[in-house]
C-alpha cells in the first residue's frame, strides 16, 4: 500500500512539474512582433544623424528643411518591402543612437554606421550595403603635406565621436584628437583651421572634396587601416528583432543584386551636388 501511495505520488509531482515548466517556457518565449509591429502602425521610425553626406543631410526644399541621403532613400526601399508607405526621421546626435534604439524611440538605426564590438554587444547589425575606406580631409593647400601616417604626429586631427573614426584617431602616435558629436562641426573647424586634417569615410570625404574644391582635399598618402570583414555601412537593430532584421537583409540583398543599391548610391550624390550649387 506504501508503494502505490509513493507511486501515485511520483506521478502527480512529475504532471505537475512538466505542466508548470510547460507554463514558464510559454512565457519566455515572447512572439517577435518587430515587423508587425511597424505594418500595425503603418510607419517605420529611422534614428539618424542627418551630417554625413552623401548618407545622410539636409536640405532645405520649398522653404522647409529636410533630411535626404542614401540611407533615405535606402529605409524607403525596406519600408516598401515590408508594406508599409510611410518612413519617418529622427535627426540627433550620432552618440545617441544606441541608445535610442534600445529604448525603442526609433524602430532602426541607418547613419552611415559601421560595425564595432562594443555596438554589437547591445544591436544587430545588417548585411552591409555600402564599403569605404577611412582617409583624412584637409585643406586644399595640404593635400600633399604628408608623407605618410607616421607625418601626422604633432597635428590636431577631428573625429566623430562615438564612430570608427574616434577609434582610429585614438590609436594614432602623437596626434591630438578633438571629437565632435557633428561632423558639420567638424568640417566647420577644418575649413576655420582649428583642425590640421578630419578623419572620415572616403566617399564623404571625394563628395565634400568634389563639391568644395576650394575648401577641402582628400590627403595624398593616408589612408587608415581597417577591418575590412567588419567595414561598411549597416543598419542597426534591436537584439530581439530578428524578424526585422531578416526583412532587412532580404531588402539588401536584392537591391545588391539588382542594381539597385548603386543607382540610390548615385541619386543621393546628385542630390548633394545639386544642392550646392
Sequence with gaps: MQ???LKKTVVAALTIMIGLSTVLAGCGAQKDNSVQNIKNKKELVVGTSA???PYDFQIV???KSQIVGYDVLLAHEIAKDMGV???KFVNMAFPSLINELQ?????IVMAGMAYTKQRAKVVSFSKTYNESGQVLLVSPKNKDKY????????????????SEQETIGKKLKGVKLVTESSNNTLFQELQNGTLDGVITGQDTAEAYAKEHPDKYAVANNISFKYNKKTAGTRVAVRKDD?????KINATI?????NGTLKKLYQQAQDIQVQNNK
Design 147 to 162: 608623407s605618410g601616417i607616421s607625418a601626422l604626429k604633432g597635428q590636431t586631427l577631428g573625429a566623430q565621436q562615438s
Design 61 to 63: 526644399k520649398n522653404g
Design 103 to 107: 529604448n525603442k524611440k526609433v524602430d
Design 51 to 53: 551630417d554625413f553626406a
Design 242 to 246: 530578428k524578424a526585422l532584421l531578416k
Design 253 to 257: 540583398s536584392k537591391d545588391k543584386k
Design 85 to 87: 508607405k510611410k518612413v
Design 3 to 5: 508503494f502505490k501511495h
